[in-house]
C-alpha cells in the first residue's frame, strides 16, 4: 500500500464485507432452520393490546431517535389472547419496519403501525411513504434473496433473506404475511395472528 488513505480505504471495504458475510451466515442459518422447520418456538400466551404496545415503543424510541416519524395506532376493541414466540414475532417486526427506513429513509419518512381486529386474527399493518414497489415486482418481494435492486442493496448490507425470513417467522405462528404497495406513494405490510380463544 502506497498511502495512509488507500490502507484506509481497502481496510474499510475489508470490514463491510466481513459485517456484510456475518450478517449472511446469521441470516442463512436462520432461514435454513425455519426452512427446516428445526427452529424451536418458546411460545407463550400473551395480551394482545400490552405486548404490541410495548414493542411499538420500543420501535418509536429508536426511530424517533433517528429523527423518523412513527406513529402506532391500536384500534383493537377488546383485548384478546395470542400464543406466541416474543422474540421470533419482534424479529419478524423488525424487519418488515427495518426496510421502510432502508428503503424509504428519507426526513419526510412517516411510518404508521395499526393493530386491529379481523374476523378470528388480529391483523397488525406496517405503513410507509416510502418509494413503494412496482405491480410486476410485489409478487416476488417474500423471495428469498429476492431484491429490487440488487446493486443499490449491496451498499445497504443487504441479503435478501429479509422478507423471506418474517414471512416464514410468522407462518410459524400459523398467521399470515402480505403486501400492497403503490409506487411513488408507499408499502403497507400485513401481519395477521390468529386470535386464542380465552380460557375458562
Ligand atoms: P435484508 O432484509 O436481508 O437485509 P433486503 O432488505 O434486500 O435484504 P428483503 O427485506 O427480503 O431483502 O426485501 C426484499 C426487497 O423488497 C428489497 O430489496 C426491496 O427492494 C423491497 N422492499 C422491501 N420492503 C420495502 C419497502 N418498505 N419499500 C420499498 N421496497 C421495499
Ligand atoms: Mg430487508
Do not use: W
Not at 388480529?122 to 434473496?145: C, H, M, Q, W
Not at 443487504?158 to 405462528?173: D, Y
Not at 400485513?190 to 380460557?199: K, W
Amino acid at each position: 500500500m502506497d498511502s495512509p488513505e488507500k490502507q484506509k480505504k481497502y481496510l474499510k471495504t475489508i470490514y463491510q464485507n466481513t459485517v456484510y458475510i456475518d450478517r449472511l451466515i446469521d441470516d442463512l442459518f436462520l432461514f435454513s432452520k425455519l426452512d427446516l422447520q428445526k427452529l424451536d418456538f418458546h411460545f407463550e400466551l400473551v395480551q394482545t393490546k400490552a405486548f404490541m404496545n410495548d414493542l411499538m415503543e420500543e420501535f418509536k424510541f429508536e426511530l424517533e431517535e433517528r429523527q423518523y416519524r412513527f406513529v402506532y395506532e391500536d384500534n383493537l376493541e377488546a383485548d384478546c389472547l395470542i400464543n406466541i414466540d416474543r422474540k421470533r414475532l419482534h424479529q419478524a417486526f423488525r424487519n418488515i419496519i427495518g426496510n421502510a427506513v432502508k428503503y424509504g429513509g428519507s426526513r419526510d419518512l412517516v411510518i404508521t403501525v395499526c393493530l386491529r381486529e379481523q374476523e378470528d386474527f388480529i391483523a397488525v399493518t406496517v405503513e410507509d411513504n416510502g418509494p413503494g414497489i412496482s405491480e410486476e415486482k410485489l409478487p416476488y418481494i417474500f423471495d428469498r434473496f429476492y431484491r429490487i435492486d440488487a446493486e443499490r442493496t449491496k451498499d445497504l448490507m443487504s441479503t435478501g433473506l429479509g422478507l423471506a425470513i418474517a414471512k416464514e417467522l410468522v407462518q410459524a405462528h400459523r398467521g399470515r404475511i402480505s403486501a400492497a404497495s403503490k409506487e411513488r406513494a408507499g408499502t403497507c405490510f400485513t401481519i395477521s395472528l390468529p386470535i386464542c380463544p380465552a380460557r375458562g
